[in-house]
């Protein structure tokens, strides 16, 4: 008798591939809030954008003497940190990461409502801390936080029933913390400014600003790199696995960074070890950046991706910075250029880049509705007046940074002019595309 033959073997299954990133707008229209909601959020944080340039040419002479009290520098910084990015991280996150996560917002009436509570707090704000009325700050504190809390609900609401994306949860996860301790430190500062201390003023201050530089939007911006570049140039997702281990490298900085202030003796150790960490994952970041362009069918992101470069090139700049104040007393020139580099050159050029691509992307997708031949991206914005807006504001932050360095009020103020002029132009952006959707909606209605 002959031996039955072997059975064939199975031909092997193909390696499972990352997803490309057009694939997390599958379905996505039904996952969009209304227009005007994210729409909302990205027009006031421009407002607030051009308003941080101006106050910044209207007081030019007190920001030499500023030693990090109240006062108009005080304000401008938090025109961009509270009404540029923080506004903007709301209205991007609940808007984008329900896209990618392919499930609805849950409750889509709230974050309108928040806008209400959210803005008129920033204005409040600012304008306490400008006047130097601690009134007026304690209830726009009040207000801001009372926004945030729904917010962090609602984006934890989102990371809880987020299936797959590990490492764009894990840094959800870690910029809840950071905005956890952030909130925290600002009813500290808040407390200290109406006379009633609860923590000392440098730890306080020490925490705020990595818990909101480095924790909440520095996270948060890490974290959506990795749903927004792959969308943006058509590359491959990042595996989970290196996403984990970036993260965990940034979080282990932020959360070294956030410590170090509360620690007395630790503090110089603690501070170099978050340096080091804060190295490792702007390595590792990058390498996983390098990656999905290398499988990009659209390598060239032309403006906006230089600004995202930028912005890169910045948190760079902000951790050697941070290397040359570790010895440095509180509010030398090279703590203020960390300030500086980390704030407006990492956090808002980047911020800057991506908008000039989200905001283009969700108009056309909300102009698509009801058309056969919906409007293209190009067709809805106004590119032009982009390459005007990077160029200005590169020169207005290296005006700033001489500036700062060498306390020149004129060189402050020609910071000011330029910063005010890009800003205008970034405005001009953003009211063209606003008004061409609204044309194109209203034609889709006829």
Known sequence: MTEPAAPAPRPARPAARAPVGGTFLAGATGRLLPASVPLRYFGAATVFHLAAWLLLLATAGHWAAWRGGLGW????????????????????SLQLL?????????????????????????????????????????AGAALVIGAALPFAALLAINLRAARGMAGVVLHGWGAQAGLALLLAS????????????????????GVHLAAGVFGFMGLLAFGLSYVLLPMFALGRVPD???????????????????????????????????LLAGVVALWLHLRLMR????????????????????????????????AAALPAEAGSAAGR???????????????????????????????????????????LSLPQVLTWHAAGHALALALLAAGLAASSTPLL??????????????????????????????DAAA
């Open 73 to 92: 520098p005080l304000a401008a910084l938090h025109l961009v940190t509270l009404g540029t990015l923080v506004t903007s991280a709301i209205g991007a």
């Open 98 to 138: 329900p896209v990618a996560t392919r499930q609805p917002v849950r409750w889509p009436r709230l974050p309108a409502l928040l806008w209400w509570i959210h803005v008129p707090g920033v204005a409040l704000l600012v304008a306490g801390m400008g006047l130097a009325r601690p009134g007026w700050l304690a």
């Open 186 to 205: 600002a009813v500290a500062l808040v407390a200290l400014w109406l006379g009633h201390p609860l923590l000392d003023r440098d730890a306080a201050r």
């Open 240 to 274: 989970d696995r290196r996403q984990q281990q970036a993260g965990a490298a940034a979080l282990l900085g932020a959360a070294l960074a956030a410590v170090a202030p509360l620690l007395g003796a630790w503090t110089l150790p603690l501070r170099v070890a978050a």
């Open 291 to 322: 990656s999905v362009l290398a499988t990009a069918m659209r390598r060239d992101l032309g403006v906006a991706g230089r600004l995202m470069a930028g912005g890169w090139a910045g948190l760079a700049l902000a951790l050697l910075a941070a």
């Open 337 to 379: 250029l960390f300030g500086l580099a980390a704030v407006a050159g990492w956090l808002l050029s980047f911020l800057l880049g991506v908008l000039q691509r989200i905001l283009p992307f969700l108009a056309a997708m909300h102009a698509a509705q009801g058309r056969r031949r919906p409007p293209t991206p190009s067709a």
């Open 413 to 442: 103020r020609a910071a000011g002019a330029v910063g005010s002029g890009a800003a205008l132009a970034f405005a001009a952006f953003v009211a063209v595309l606003m008004h061409r959707l609204h044309r194109a909606r209203r």
